[in-house]
């Protein structure tokens, strides 16, 4: 953020602080050395944090002070967006299948955020002894922008008679 002195007096700042009863997701990102001197016309950089734990508009406004007491604030406007991933199908059924057979299905992943999205690995939680596996994950890692997709296989193998379920992490 830059604070400008527009007046034609040189201005002394002696406090600068973030309103308390608002957002807590902003701070003042270094410790100045006050008092501040700008000459009429002189700027100073204040660099702010911010550091949402919630999606949405958060706000808050930097309480200047000068040398006489004299307030004035700046409100600070911010919109956390955070990525987001839709599998289709949402979840895989491989039904029926024939004991020793492998079944493939094909996953597409989309990010239907608003942000990239990186998919850095994918993996069957079950390990080695899990029936599931992911055919090859190629092209990990990839970063997906808004609306595009990577599809992946996953196959099931089963060795043992009955239901088998499994977890793929992302």
């Known amino acids: 953020l830059q604070l400008t002195n527009c007046s034609e007096d040189a201005l002394t700042l002696t406090s ?6 608002a957002s ?3 701070s ?36 200047v002070t000068n040398i006489f007491g004299a307030e004035a604030s700046v409100d600070i406007l911010a919109r956390a967006v955070y990525p987001q991933l839709c599998a289709e199908p949402a979840q895989l059924s491989f039904g029926s299948t024939t004991l020793g057979q492998p079944e493939m299905q094909t ?3 989309n990010n239907c955020g ?3 999205f990186t998919l850095s690995q ?15 994950p190629s092209g990990l890692p990839r970063t997906l922008a808004p609306a595009a997709s990577h ?12 239901p088998h379920t499994d977890t793929l992490e992302l």
Do not use: C, K, W
């Not at 006050?34 to 950089?45: D, Q």
């Open 24 to 26: 807590p997701h902003f």
């Open 16 to 21: 600068l602080s973030m309103d308390s009863s």
């Open 151 to 162: 599809s992946m296989v996953v196959y099931f193998f089963p060795t043992s008679l009955g």
């Open 122 to 136: 994918a993996q069957v939680l079950g390990g080695s002894g899990s029936p599931f596996n992911v055919v090859a």
């Open 28 to 63: 003042i990102a270094s410790e100045t050395a006050f008092p501040i001197e700008l000459e009429s016309g002189a700027s100073t950089i204040v660099d702010i944090n911010f550091m949402a734990l919630t999606q949405g508009i958060h706000e808050n406004s930097l309480r």
């Open 114 to 116: 608003e942000v990239p």
């Open 107 to 109: 996953l597409t992943l």
